[in-house]
């Protein structure tokens, strides 16, 4: 073979292993830390490598995955939701009345409810997005107000009680499991996460958004008004906090005020584990999904070792840090392999 | 003479692309003041971060005080004795006049502020000064006059050998300056060494004793003020003459109106502004950074307030509100800030083009991506852009590259008139070559381009008209076969007062 021949193979086997590379680090790093996570856990913890026990894992993140699915859009843009919790122990409740409502027959009553937990929802999330737009309020001030209304209003609403009695079809369809593998709530988060794909990765709208959390300043001198797509990402986590809440009631069988305590803490450590960066612009919905299965993983493994609920946030908070800290290294290190 | 306090010897930085100094060689004498002069992007800034030790230098030995001197941190320049005012102020606004003067060296007692001497040592220093405010007032209730004058007086705190100031008038009235000059005048009687940077011809006598001219990063020469007159002194800031005149095409007819704007006025203090560019023509924009090119440009755009004036685009009149509205209406902007304001630095080449009119390549709100691929391609190529794909991220690409996405993102729009602040800054020659014939070849179809450029040769080898801006207005128009630098440059410094 010619030395000009080698050459170029060698050259084409570079830049195939950059492309590999690059495809590796950019968009599989966190989904191979949850493969090697669960490896781990399989043959280190008993009876980890059950079908009953992903089962839990599957129902345990459906919560959280919805969540942070809409929490994806607003860290997007460069903002941050932290009223998801509460907006959701709101939904909870408003949901859980409209269900015992006993002159509904439940054909209606369960439709009926999802659509007031968006609503309701939705509604929080154009007030975020509203003020933080109208008055340049940061987000996570407005958020937080927010945060402290919905959890008053949940209280306000429901009387300070919870509410059970829910339709038994609802009770039992959170209980079902499809194919005897797919869990009815599991169903729904992955439906969430699939048209956030869908959102964020096809239309002009998803452009919008990584381009405002890029650029803002930009977008606004190619001619755009930034503004009402960032209230859009606001309703979505709104949207995506009345969905959770159905899933919620699917799963518990009750409306609480007091639910969702500390979710969005939850939420927004799923998004950040799954690569996407708090400025904005940077990152996948996709890696939410991982980054929620992530955290849910390593809760039932460590459990499964006997670790006791109050180590267990030690690790978690551990790998969140690190998670961040192993993104600024990926991208310090594709940026060499994109200039190569 | 007394040896120099500072000295320079073939001092020379490069940024990605640009050469912003070359070989520098230059002395400083103890306890003089000395000016600094030269156009926008001659190599002032680079030189007072050098030595205020923001940058280091590529080459070249610096000496300070009889001692190598080379900061790796502006900690460093000021432990040194060196002491530099940008123009940017860095004061720490909530806090008091005291706490500011003192801050590097607050008087403790086993570590709490003795806040009695704080405001005891800072009265004298204010006194010493002639600074008439009181040590404990909060900064941020302060003018930005004053403000500039207690970073001065931080000079005395830390018994600076050598002060450097950067354009320290360009925002006060006649009265702030004269007490400005009363301050440097008392500074430099206590010995202090003054580096002046000014774009004012008429006040650098106030405290220099000589001046050094710097252009396109070289030194050009440094003289004594004593007897030296301003048309000396703009003679020497003129630049190298116009080198390619080849980028003129005088074969493209001016046919018609693309932009005129009539009683442009951003707020009630400025001044109207009125002109108008033509299909197919390129009219420069001259004057010093802080003139009004850029805020004109901006406020046409609707990126910034105007209250008052009147825009038509190729005869008809608009409305112009926001970018959206310009954008719409058939204008584009390409800002100064190319990275800050232009581009998506971390989304792909392809991306940043199409951002400009997404419905062009959707249906549905519905990304075509093939649609897409054969726009970003067609005008990569038309361009000449050059990058192994068009799902490059534009933070790679070189300044002249990324200019050019810039003009194809506004070219995929359709923009009928180009406003382009500065679009060569940054860029190097070749490139800039080639984005002066992008501009002719827009301009051929039918465009109007409005350039805003501070190379003045670059201006003149490539329009058919200069605007001569001053003080937020027009100052002159010079039309092709009229060009002379010595002429516009006066134009544009006279208000200032040569």
Not at chain 1, 234 to 262: D, E, H, K, Q
Not at chain 2, 23 to 51: D, F, M, P, Q, Y
Not at chain 2, 81 to 106: D, K, Y
Request: charged share 20%.
């Amino acid at each position: 073979m010619s030395e000009a021949a080698e050459g170029a193979r060698g050259r084409r086997a570079a830049a195939l292993w950059n492309d590999i590379l690059r495809f590796g680090l950019r968009e599989a790093g966190v989904a191979v830390a949850l493969v090697l996570i669960v490896i781990f856990f399989s043959l280190t913890a008993p009876y980890f490598a059950t079908p009953e026990n992903f089962l839990k894992i599957f129902v345990q993140i459906g919560i959280n995955t919805v969540l942070a699915s809409g929490m994806t859009f607003v860290i997007l843009t460069g903002g941050i939701d932290l009223s998801v919790g509460s907006v959701l122990a709101l939904c909870t409740v408003v949901g859980a009345l409209i269900m015992t409502n006993a002159s509904l027959p439940f054909a209606v009553s369960i439709p009926l409810a999802l659509l007031g937990c968006m609503g309701v929802g939705g509604l929080c999330g154009f007030v975020n997005g509203f003020v933080v737009e109208q008055w340049k309020v940061p987000s996570f001030i407005v958020t937080l107000g927010m945060l402290n209304v919905a959890s008053g209003a949940a209280r306000v609403v429901s009387n300070n009680a919870t509410i059970t009695g829910l339709p038994q079809p609802f009770i039992d369809f959170g209980n079902l499991i499809v194919f005897g593998v797919f869990p009815s709530i599991f169903l729904i988060a992955v439906g969430v996460i699939l048209i956030g794909w869908f959102v964020l990765g096809f239309t002009v709208f998803g452009r919008f958004i990584y381009a405002i959390g890029t650029n803002e300043e930009a977008v606004r001198l190619s001619g755009h008004n930034p503004r009402t797509y960032k209230i859009a990402a606001f309703v979505i986590s709104g949207l995506t906090a009345g969905v959770a809440a159905m899933v919620y009631l699917l799963r518990l069988n009750v409306g609480s005020p007091i639910a969702g305590v500390g979710y969005e803490l939850n939420a927004i450590a799923a998004v950040i584990i799954g690569g996407t960066s708090l400025a904005g612009g940077k990152g996948s919905i996709i890696g939410t999904l991982v980054g929620a299965c992530i955290i849910q993983v390593l809760s039932t493994g460590l459990q499964l070792f006997g670790v006791g609920d109050n180590v267990k946030p030690i690790v978690i908070g551990t790998v969140i840090v690190l998670a961040v800290v192993l993104d600024a290294y990926r991208d310090r290190y594709l940026r060499v392999v994109d200039s190569r | 003479m007394s040896p120099p306090i500072l000295t320079l010897t073939g001092v020379g930085k490069r940024f990605p692309g640009v050469v912003a100094l070359r070989g520098v060689t230059l002395e400083v004498a103890r306890g003089e003041g000395h000016v600094l002069l030269g156009e926008n992007g001659a190599g002032k800034s680079t030189l007072i971060n050098l030595l205020g030790g923001v940058y280091a230098a590529d080459e070249g030995e610096i000496t300070f005080d009889g001692k190598p001197y080379r900061p790796r941190t502006p900690t460093d320049a000021f432990r040194a004795g060196i002491r530099v005012v940008h123009q940017e102020l860095s004061m720490l606004m909530q806090m008091t006049v005291a706490e500011n003067l003192m801050f590097e060296r607050l008087p403790q007692r086993r570590g709490i502020v003795d806040y009695r001497e704080t405001n005891r040592r800072a009265a004298e220093l204010l006194d010493e000064v002639g600074l008439d405010v009181r040590p404990t007032t909060q900064v941020a209730r302060l003018g930005v006059a004053q403000m500039q004058l207690i970073e001065i007086a931080k000079t005395l705190v830390f018994e600076s050998k050598l002060l450097i100031l950067d354009e320290p008038t360009a925002t006060l009235t006649a009265k702030e300056v004269d007490r400005l000059f009363d301050i440097l005048r008392r500074l430099k009687a206590r010995g202090v060494t003054i580096v002046y940077i000014s774009h004012r011809l008429q006040e650098i006598g106030e405290v220099g004793d000589r001046v050094t001219v710097l252009r396109d990063g070289q030194l050009v020469a440094t003289r004594s003020l004593t007897g030296l007159t301003i048309p000396e002194i703009v003679q020497m800031m003129v630049g190298r003459s116009v080198t390619d005149e080849r980028a003129f095409r005088a074969d493209v007819a001016v046919s018609g109106e693309a932009l005129r704007v009539v009683g442009l006025r951003r707020d009630a203090k400025s001044p109207e502004v009125s002109f108008s560019v033509g299909k197919g023509e390129i009219v420069g924009v001259a004057g010093l950074v802080g003139s009004g090119r850029t805020e004109t440009a901006r406020a046409i755009f609707g990126a910034d307030r105007k209250i008052a004036g009147e825009i038509l685009v190729e005869g008809k009149r608009v409305t112009i509100e926001s970018p959206r509205d310009a954008v719409r209406s058939g204008l584009c902007l390409m800002t100064e800030d190319r990275k800050g304001q232009g581009l998506l630095l971390g989304m792909s080449c392809a991306e940043n083009i199409t951002i400009t009119d997404l419905a062009k390549i959707s249906r549905h709100g519905l990304i075509e991506r093939d649609e897409e691929r054969d726009a970003a391609t067609r005008l990569v190529a038309d361009l000449r852009i050059k990058t192994p794909s068009i799902d490059q991220t534009v933070r790679n690409f070189s300044g002249g590259n990324q200019q050019k996405v810039v003009i194809a993102k506004w070219l995929f729009r359709g923009s009928k008139v180009l406003l382009c602040d500065e679009p060569t800054r940054g860029i190097d020659v070749g490139a800039r070559a080639e984005i002066y014939e992008l501009l002719w070849t827009l301009a051929a179809e039918g465009r109007g381009v409005l350039f805003i450029s501070s190379d003045l040769p670059e201006l003149i080898a490539i329009c058919h008209r200069i605007l001569v801006f001053a003080k937020g207005r027009i100052v002159g128009e010079v039309g092709r076969g009229e060009f002379d630098q010595h002429r516009i440059l006066s134009m544009a410094y006279e208000e200032y007062g040569t």
